[in-house]
Every structure is written in structure tokens, then in C-alpha cells.
């Protein structure tokens, strides 16, 4: 069964700094592109990021770009997400997804929420 398990979201205040993780299992990790989706309240899902399964190519939203990085770790089967200079339009649930892109929903994890508010 494929799981995808994210954490790491939370409070933080405009500027502050997040690291976002998630466990994968089920699937071989190294095989795959994974991406990181975000979707607000209210509007569409968004793609944030993805990188390829050897990790050496990323990319980025216009909107989150030289703010966010991406990253995974072939050993412990995690992907995660570097946030920095953190928005309130950064404010959503992001999810863990199987994929390069907006891929479809049922390869998603179950989300975790970030906040970004004083």
C-alpha cells in the first residue's frame, strides 16, 4: 500500500521558516518523481514543486521560487520541503504527492496545514 505521510506544518509568523517532511512507504522511492502540492481554502490545488527520482532536477512555482527547496533522501525515504521567507499567501494545506506536477489526487498524502499569520 502506498503511504505518503507529511509533517512538519504549524504557526509560524510572515517571514519565519518551515520544514516540511514526508515519510513514503509502499512504493520504491528512488523510482519515482515526487512533488509538493498546496491547495488554500477555497481555491484549487497548486503545484508548489517537484524533483526527479535521482534528485539532481527541481522545479519551482514562480511564486514560491528562491524562497523554497526541495529535497529527498533516498536512505530514509523522505521527501521534504524547505520553506523560507514565508508568506500569509503561503498560508494552505500542502501535500505530499507521488509525481512530477500536479498530479491527480489520489496520489497525495493526507496533508498538513501551514499558517502563516502574526
Known amino acids: 500500500e502506498v503511504q505518503l505521510e507529511e509533517s512538519g506544518g504549524g504557526l509560524v509568523q510572515p517571514g519565519g521558516s518551515l520544514r516540511l517532511s514526508c515519510a513514503v512507504s509502499?512504493?520504491?522511492?528512488?523510482?519515482?518523481?515526487m512533488s509538493w502540492v498546496r491547495q488554500a481554502p477555497g481555491k484549487r490545488p497548486e503545484w508548489v514543486s517537484s524533483i526527479t527520482a535521482g534528485g539532481y532536477t527541481t522545479s519551482y512555482a514562480d511564486s514560491v521560487k528562491g524562497r523554497f527547496t526541495i529535497s529527498r533522501d533516498k536512505a530514509k525515504n523522505t521527501l521534504s520541503l524547505q520553506m523560507n521567507s514565508l508568506k500569509p499567501e503561503d498560508t494552505a494545506v500542502y501535500y505530499c504527492?507521488?509525481?512530477?506536477?500536479?498530479?491527480?489526487?489520489?496520489?497525495w498524502g493526507q496533508g498538513t496545514q501551514v499558517t502563516v499569520s502574526s
Open positions: 504527492a507521488r509525481g512530477w506536477g500536479l498530479v491527480p489526487r489520489d496520489s
Open positions: 509502499g512504493f520504491t522511492f528512488s523510482s519515482y518523481s
